[in-house]
């Protein structure tokens, strides 16, 4: 295990594929609270 996170962390390809697993997680929140936001004030 120790070395996946070796890997994840110190290579470009590791930190790239970090960095797109964080924005598409930062997606799905967005969207959570927008259609969240959406499903309460229906009238807009």
Known sequence: M???FNML???PI???SLL???FII???LFM???VRR???HPEE
């Open 20 to 22: 797109t697993i964080v």
């Open 2 to 4: 120790d070395v996946v």
């Open 26 to 28: 930062g997606i799905g």
């Open 38 to 40: 959406k499903m309460n």
């Open 32 to 34: 959570l609270v927008m």
């Open 14 to 16: 590791g930190l790239l």
């Open 9 to 11: 962390f110190s290579s």
